[in-house]
């Protein structure tokens, strides 16, 4: 019997392994790469020290990256491409590491070792970061590559409880036949939003050219909720005290004091998150205000850069309201990763490797449809040198 063969990858900024989590045992890792200790030593605690490289993504040499990929992951910072960012783009000191991975791959192919597939996945913000310019740049490098590409917008709540829409750039080496069935003339609703297709139309036509709405199966059907993944003894984080609770509750504006009324109401036990905002109110000054989802959805989980950007728990049972920071355990599952994975002790650590990451289910529902690719890319994927 003919042997299976994993179709092969690298992990670029990889931080704590989580794309390799999503790809799992059905892919082979050949090699990690992180500029970051902290999250090196995460990723090594989990995976091994074999495949990881802690070195900055712009000083990597050809003989440092072994084997030929069929896919190589970049996950590059967000810092300055989100909207809360500070607006220097790929030409800030953060986002610019994308141009670390341009070169890494252009090593690779005049090595005659290009990679049949490319992802590049970024916050959703990088669509409008710099007037649309910074994203046409990244469409430019591909395609000066020799790529074929496309681009989704993912929302992690499709398979986890959470809000987490994230921008993925998939792109295939240039041959690729346009008439198969995964790609398509017209984008999918499912994973296109607005902004998307507004960045794909002000594209210039020879990129728009070689673009493809790649056809992604539809995503599961999502039957698990925020209460479903709390502890009710959580590790690393302290219930507040009763006055520090009613804090939040005063804070709150008209509509948020509105749900929480009607989960008072409801009979059951809701769990929902709240974040610190700065707002203005109606006479223009600068309020503090508490911010509050009882859908059974968290917010999107980001990097702890302050107290604003901390999310909060809010457990409503009646008249009865306690509430708590999110544990870092709980974060790691809003992520879709298992208990068994890994965590830093320090609580900061842990929440910043979580909230810097990838949902593991989306990169599993992406690394499914992938695999396909890599399974027909004779001849389907044809090399372009």
Not at 3 to 19: D, I, L, N, Q, R
Not at 48 to 64: C, M, N, P, Q, S
Not at 286 to 292: F, N
Request: glycine share 8%; charged share 25%; net charge positive.
């Amino acid at each position: 019997m003919r042997a299976v063969v994993k179709p092969t990858f690298y992990e670029f900024f990889s931080g704590g392994g989580m794309a390799r989590a999503g790809l799992g045992e059905q892919w082979q890792c050949l090699f990690a790469n992180d500029f970051d200790a902290k999250k090196v030593a995460a990723y090594s605690a989990n995976w091994g020290t074999r495949e990881i490289l802690h070195k900055d993504v712009h000083e990597l040499e050809t003989k440092e990256m072994p084997g030929a990929p069929d896919l190589a992951w970049a996950s590059f910072p967000c810092q300055d491409l989100s909207l809360a960012g500070n607006g220097a783009g790929l030409a800030g000191a953060r986002s610019g590491a994308f141009w670390g991975f341009e070169r890494a791959l252009r090593l690779l192919k005049a090595d005659g070792r290009a990679p049949d597939l490319l992802v590049l996945e970024n916050v959703a913000g990088m669509l409008t970061s710099n007037r649309g310019m910074d994203f046409a740049h990244v469409c430019r490098a591909i395609d000066l590559l020799g790529y074929d590409f496309g681009a989704l917008v993912m929302d992690a709540v499709h398979f986890v409880p959470q809000s987490r829409p994230r921008l993925f750039i998939l792109a295939a080496r240039r041959g690729a036949r346009h008439d198969t069935p995964f790609s398509d003339r017209e984008p999918d609703p499912v994973w296109t939003s607005p902004a998307l297709r507004a960045a794909h139309a002000d594209l210039p036509p020879d990129l728009r050219a070689h673009w493809k709405w790649w056809r992604l199966p539809a995503p599961p059907i999502r039957n698990i909720d925020l209460a479903a993944i709390v502890e009710d003894e959580p590790l690393g984080v302290k219930w507040h005290t009763r006055e520090e609770t009613q804090q939040f509750v005063s804070r709150m504006s008209p509509a948020n004091l509105r749900k929480l009324e009607e989960a008072k109401r409801s009979g059951r036990r809701v769990v929902g998150t709240m974040y610190r905002r700065t707002r203005f109110d109606e006479n223009g000054a600068k309020v503090q205000r508490a911010e509050l989802r009882t859908d059974g959805v968290a917010g999107c989980l980001r990097t702890p850069g302050g107290g604003s950007s901390r999310q909060f728990l809010l457990f409503i049972d009646g008249e009865k309201l306690r509430s708590r920071l999110i544990s870092a355990r709980e974060a790691a599952r809003l992520m879709g990763l298992p208990d068994s994975y890994v965590l830093p002790a320090n609580y900061n650590d842990a929440y910043h490797l979580v909230g810097d990451g990838l949902a593991v289910p989306v990169v599993r529902h992406l690394g499914e449809f992938l695999s396909r690719l890599v399974h027909i890319k004779e001849p389907l994927l044809v090399a372009a040198e």
